[in-house]
């Protein structure tokens, strides 16, 4: 099911699934092995914070330990660190929305001029939290 772009906040679930959609993992924590896990219980753990970029994973299709942040489509291609700096520096022009894929807050945003502040505030303090995913609801990395 892909959707429409001009949504961000819906879900999208265009991945070839020959590649890892049908893969079970494996999360080594606290010195043992939990799962098995498939890649769509690993995505709705990572959006819910439940799942580190740089968590040691293990799938069954071979390899060895890696980082759960090079499973695609787990976690956003956007850098919470770009993301942060943006949203200081120039938040109030929505530029930090515009590069998290947000195209229409960016433009609301620039046309307030941040809600004359009140908004790039807020924006900034929810991006530092971590509490803002890319416009595809994944997290940043």
């Excluded at 879900?11 to 699934?17: C, D, G, I, R, V």
């Excluded at 894929?101 to 609301?108: D, E, K, S, V």
């Excluded at 009140?118 to 303090?125: E, M, P, Q, S």
């Amino acid at each position: 099911m892909t959707t429409d772009s001009r949504y961000p906040d819906q879900a999208h679930s265009a991945q070839p699934e020959s590649d890892w959609g049908g893969s079970q993992f494996y999360l080594y924590g606290t010195g043992q092995e939990f799962g098995p896990y498939t890649l769509q219980n690993l995505q709705a753990m990572a959006a819910g914070g439940q799942l580190k970029a740089n968590a040691r994973v293990h799938s069954t299709s071979g390899g060895g330990w890696f980082p759960a942040k090079e499973i695609p489509w787990l976690f956003s291609d956007k850098s919470w660190l770009v993301a942060s700096s943006i949203s200081f520096f120039v938040g109030a022009l929505g530029v930090d929305r515009f590069y998290l894929g947000y195209t229409r807050l960016g433009i609301a945003k620039l046309l307030t001029i941040g809600g004359l502040g009140i908004w790039a505030l807020i924006d900034f303090i929810l991006i530092v939290l971590r509490m803002v995913p890319d416009s595809r609801g994944r997290p940043l990395h």
